[in-house]
């Protein structure tokens, strides 16, 4: 099947500092990725939908300033978390869909990022 | 409001059956996803029905019902690896996906 990868996969990093996460379609191309971000014993929760080439989609509630997407090519979209803090702290996971919106949804692995 | 309803928890013992429900409310239906999401790990996907009937895989198998907008996962043979949450998803009139919160299943020996 499809892969997506997702760097890193463990990040921890100072309040205050902004973090880096990407997101990449190895073996299709992804117009559409989706954000999602995860608390402990909790269910995926949709953050933003990351169209390439245009402005993200983000869900009510989350902070478009902080939650910085980008989606610069067919493969790739990275969220930015800047400034964090230590409610920041969550697994963030990516996903893309290959082919029709009807298609499997794939996951990339995951990046827990903790903010001391 | 859109809504998906699935046990928190459940436990079922080794090499037995269990059957996992998924109840939704939404704004249109363009599908119905189960995943399968090991503690710390991203989700992986398991089964997608468009329409109702049963769907076999392997040990896993599942179900819908669009008029009563229900599903289930049903697991059978069960083993230790497949203590895990599952995840009910449901994709909406604009194709996005609405998920549960997940049944963590309990596999003991």
């Known amino acids: 099947g499809a892969v997506v990868s997702q760097h890193p996969s463990w990040v921890i990093c100072k309040s205050g500092t902004s973090v880096k996460i990407e997101c990449r379609s190895l073996?299709?191309?992804?117009?559409?990725m989706f954000w999602y971000r995860q608390f402990p014993k909790q269910s995926l929760m949709l953050m933003a939908t990351?169209?390439?080439?245009?402005?993200?989609?983000?869900e009510q509630g989350v902070e478009k300033d902080k939650f910085l997407i980008n989606h610069a090519s067919l493969t790739l979209s990275t969220l930015t978390v800047t400034s964090a803090h230590p409610e920041d702290s969550s697994f963030y996971i990516c996903s893309a869909r290959d082919g029709a919106d009807t298609g499997e949804l794939f996951f990339g692995e995951g990046s827990r990022l903790t903010v001391l | 409001g859109q809504n998906i309803d699935q046990p928190t928890e459940m436990t079922a013992t080794e090499g037995a059956i269990v059957q996992i429900n998924c109840t939704y409310q939404?704004?249109?239906?363009?599908?119905l996803f189960w995943y399968q999401q090991h503690a710390g790990e991203a989700p992986t996907f398991l089964s997608y029905?468009?329409l109702d009937g049963l769907e076999e895989k392997g040990r896993f198998s599942s179900f819908l019902s669009r008029s009563k907008g229900y599903s289930y996962l049903l697991l059978k043979e069960l083993q230790m690896k497949d203590s895990a949450s599952y995840l009910c998803?449901?994709?909406?009139?604009?194709?996005?996906?609405?998920w549960g919160a997940g049944t963590k299943l309990i596999i003991k020996p």
């Open positions: 990351s169209n390439e080439g245009s402005k993200a989609t983000y």
């Open positions: 998803a449901v994709m909406d009139s604009n194709y996005q996906l609405i």
């Open positions: 073996d299709f191309q992804a117009t559409t």
């Open positions: 029905n468009v």
């Open positions: 939404t704004s249109g239906f363009n599908g």
